[in-house]
């Protein structure tokens, strides 16, 4: 079996401050170590569990967090963008089952540092009228493949956002959110614990796991956090404005709203 672990940073035991998730800080260079910490633990329990290979997917920011000396040497990684499947990257090599690491809750929730793909530019994102984060849109993504989510780690709040939309995963709680930028941790020593074990056992029980499908057609409805970024996104022909800080837009595929959003929040910079 062949796993892709996508690894974000917000969900990751001990990080709860945007310094902690930004490069050029002391913070952030020991939030990336604790990220790469739990990947590795993700691995460790993935080739426990009977995985015959791992691919690791740096699924934060500029996806240049994860730090390649520390990494399990029997993974392989997947660094830098742009790449086509964002936070999937990794599954064109004909992966079976993802698990994702030290991922948040949805914008506008009262999870830790919650926000989806892009807090600058995005407040809200809906697919057929279902909001969702950024879990549950490469979930998606993911099951359009054929490939299932078996695992999944971050806070209370994003497992009981989440926890509906792969009800046959392990899950893992590295923190209780308080508020936006509080709450309480385990210890990172815990948390990575805590992961191979679940790891592990997602591995073992993958075969009951079923993909997260979302057929076509796809509408996309997308909330801005200004009038002026709904402005700017609407440069695009294809895109419709609902109203002052609303668009939407069709597409047939996941990928293609994938896509689509990772190209505003791109074009978002120039507004910054």
Not at 50 to 68: M, W
Request: glycine share 12%; proline share 4%.
């Amino acid at each position: 079996m062949k796993v892709l672990i996508s690894t974000d940073i917000e969900g990751v035991a001990g990080v709860f401050h945007a310094e902690q998730v930004r490069a050029g800080n002391g913070e952030y260079e020991r939030a990336r170590a604790w990220m790469t910490g739990e990947a590795n633990a993700a691995v460790q329990g993935a080739f426990a569990g009977g995985a015959t290979e791992v691919l690791v997917n740096d699924s934060h920011g500029g996806f240049r967090n994860l730090l390649p000396d520390q990494i399990d040497e029997r993974a392989r990684l997947v660094l830098g963008k742009p790449r086509y499947l964002g936070m999937m990257g990794g599954l064109e090599e004909g992966c079976d089952a993802v698990m994702m690491v030290g991922y948040h809750s949805r914008a506008q929730g009262c999870g830790i540092l919650a926000h989806t793909i892009n807090s600058f530019a995005f407040a809200r994102v809906t697919i057929n009228g279902r909001e969702l984060g950024e879990a549950g849109l490469y979930g998606a993504l993911a099951g359009e493949l054929g490939v299932p989510v078996i695992l999944a780690s971050g806070d209370d709040v994003f497992i009981e956002e989440t926890r509906p939309l792969f009800p046959q995963a392990q899950w893992v709680q590295t923190k209780v959110a308080h508020g936006q930028g509080s709450g309480v941790t385990l210890s990172p020593a815990a948390a990575r614990r805590a992961i191979a074990q679940a790891a592990e056992q997602a591995v073992r029980n993958a075969g009951q796991a079923v993909p997260l499908r979302i057929g076509g057609p796809i509408e996309c409805r997308l909330q801005t956090q200004s009038p002026a970024l709904a402005d700017l996104f609407c440069m695009w022909p294809s895109l419709e404005r609902v109203d002052g800080v609303t668009l939407r837009f069709e597409v047939q595929t996941m990928q293609a709203a994938i896509r689509t959003l990772n190209s505003l929040a791109a074009m978002s910079f120039m507004l910054r």
